[in-house]
């Protein structure tokens, strides 16, 4: 019930209204990738603490995310920021004959998330334990790519290994940073979907640690 009262709330503000994001955000249970403690919040519309200093992203920001990548059903994905897996998990779901490549500096966390996958038995997912903001060379190029993390400017190397016709999402700025949707259509273009608030990207094209 709590699940349904929130998606409706975020298809009622906007934030959702592909079914097949729909879809995907009823059926992963975000109660999975949360500490125990966490767990009765939930379905509240906030970040929660997953330990290590980092934290799930609010269900409104993985709907705004989702949505404006405008995933297809076999898109490659690259994820910046695994965490323990619930926004690769949605991303999964929604390009479900395609792959999610995601990579996660903190080795606990990948664990965690792997365990996830595992038990929710999706399989089309692969963890890279590595710096982000390097990008995956050895699986690029990409149809999409998004970072749950903010990075101090779009990194160059993200770029390059965007295919043509490709959508990147990145927080970019500081503690409070701007959301930017860059797409590859021949010239490199850039909108801001508006404000948010991530923990920062840490590697060599984010900050330091």
């Known amino acids: 019930m709590e699940k349904e009262l929130l998606l409706r709330r975020l298809m009622q503000n906007g934030y959702l209204s592909s079914k097949n994001v729909i879809d995907a955000m009823r059926e992963i249970p975000r109660e999975m990738f949360i500490p125990e403690r966490e ?20 269900p409104h ?17 690259l994820e910046i920021g695994t965490g323990t897996g619930y926004h690769a998990a949605i991303t999964a ?9 995601t990579v996660e500096r903190i080795t606990e ?7 996830n996958f595992k038990e929710m038995g999706i399989e089309n997912v692969t963890i890279v334990i590595g710096d982000g903001s390097l990008g995956l060379p050895e699986y690029s190029p990409f149809d999409r790519i998004y970072a749950t993390c903010a990075a101090p400017s779009v990194p160059p190397m993200l770029v390059e290994h965007l295919l043509p016709h490709g959508k990147m999402i990145l927080p970019i700025g500081g503690a409070v940073c701007d959301l930017i949707l860059t797409e590859k259509n021949g010239d490199i273009t850039q ?12 590697g060599k094209e984010g900050y330091d640690e």
Do not use: W
């Open 93 to 101: 779901k929604v390009a479900k004959e395609g792959h999610v490549y």
């Open 191 to 202: 909108k801001n979907l508006g404000g948010c608030a991530f923990v920062p990207m840490v």
């Open 109 to 115: 966390l990948a664990g965690k998330a792997r365990k």
């Open 39 to 58: 767990k009765k919040y939930a379905y509240n519309d906030t970040p929660l603490g997953i330990g290590y200093g980092q934290t799930i992203s609010a």
């Open 61 to 77: 920001m993985v709907a705004i995310m989702t949505e404006a990548l405008n995933l297809k059903g076999d898109s490659r994905v």
